[in-house]
Nanobody, 121 residues
Framework: QVQLVESGGGLVQAGGSLRLSCAASGNIISINVMGWYRQAPGKQRELVAA???????NYVDSVKGRFTISRDNAKNTVYVQMNRLKPEDTGVYYC???????????????WGQGIQVTVSS
């Protein structure tokens, strides 16, 4: 019922910046939390940043002060601006959206396919 399209990944040198976007489409009535997770090779997937419907945000400690998450409710889109990137930020980033749809009875988590972010040293 919900499709997520991610964009903005790629290769960047340490200290550089990237901006990831995730646009949700489908029979969406409302969206609660939107966020980004990442998974590095051999490691568990972790929450990077999340933003609630009212604009409250949460970040993993390692990205605080460097990453900024935002959302455009009119476009059902979530962004994360990633500055001063480090090699340890390398991984596959997954968009996550918790949404209530036209025919649903509860909010459901939807996941993007993942987008690669590689930070070289």
């Amino acid at each position: 019922q919900v499709q997520l399209v991610e964009s903005g990944g790629g290769l960047v040198q340490a200290g550089g910046s990237l901006r990831l976007s995730c646009a949700a489409s489908g029979n969406i009535i409302s969206i609660n939390v939107m966020g980004w997770y990442r998974q590095a090779p051999g490691k568990q997937r972790e929450l990077v940043a999340a933003i609630g419907s009212g604009g409250s945000t949460n970040y993993v400690d390692s990205v605080k002060g460097r990453f900024t998450i935002s959302r455009d409710n009119a476009k059902n889109t979530v962004y994360v601006q990633m500055n001063r990137l480090k090699p340890e930020d390398t991984g596959v980033y997954y968009c996550n959206v918790n949404a209530f749809t036209t025919y649903g009875v509860r909010k459901t988590d939807y996941w993007g396919q993942g987008i690669q972010v590689t930070v070289s040293s």
